[in-house]
């Protein structure tokens, strides 16, 4: 019997504490308007500015590139070239192999009349893509997949790629 009066001792210490938490909350909110004014305006301020500076791509644009090819990015001045794959230890078709392995390529990106960027970008591995003067260039596949025994001629590998135009 000791404990269920001491369950409801305590029980009634939460209720006085949530009395007078919304005592106090009425006194600040209800009899303070001007700063309950303040803390809702600045509360929709923080939600509105949140989202408009949230950066935001575009839909994106996707195309397919043979090596040493380049394409222009419609509604830009920008410019992507696949230069080369650098290497290709992915796991070939038809094998059992631990890890699913790794292609790298390199890739320019330049802007006309202006500056270039040579990076690397990756088929499993990180950095799968970039950004460029407010584009986001990625990596989505290369082809074609290696096959056992089967050498795959450097300039044989065709890479598709997303561009998405990033927004603030």
């Known amino acids: 019997m000791a404990q269920v009066a001491g369950f409801y001792y305590y029980n009634a210490e939460i209720r006085f504490g949530f009395q007078k938490a919304i005592e106090w909350c009425s006194i600040i909110f209800v009899?303070?308007?001007?700063i309950m004014k303040t803390i809702f305006l600045s509360l929709i301020l923080a939600i509105v500015f949140g989202t408009l500076l949230q950066a935001e791509a575009k839909p994106k644009q996707q195309f397919k590139l043979l090596v040493n090819r380049q394409k222009v990015i419609s509604g830009s001045?920008?410019?992507?070239?696949?230069i080369s794959v650098i290497e290709d230890a992915r796991c070939p078709e038809g094998t059992n192999?631990?890890?699913?392995?790794n292609a790298r390529i390199k890739v320019t990106v330049?802007?006309?009349?202006?500056?270039s960027k040579t990076f690397e970008m990756n088929t499993?591995?990180?950095p799968k893509g970039d950004t460029f003067e407010g584009y986001a260039i990625n990596l989505v596949n290369l082809t074609p997949t290696p096959r056992d025994n089967i050498r795959i001629n450097r300039n044989?590998?065709?890479?598709?790629?997303?561009?998405?135009?990033?927004?603030?």
């Open 77 to 82: 001045q920008i410019t992507v070239k696949f």
């Open 97 to 101: 192999c631990i890890q699913a392995g």
């Open 124 to 126: 499993n591995l990180g």
């Open 31 to 34: 009899e303070n308007k001007e």
């Open 156 to 168: 044989g590998y065709t890479a598709t790629f997303t561009v998405s135009r990033l927004t603030r």
């Open 110 to 115: 330049s802007k006309r009349g202006g500056e």
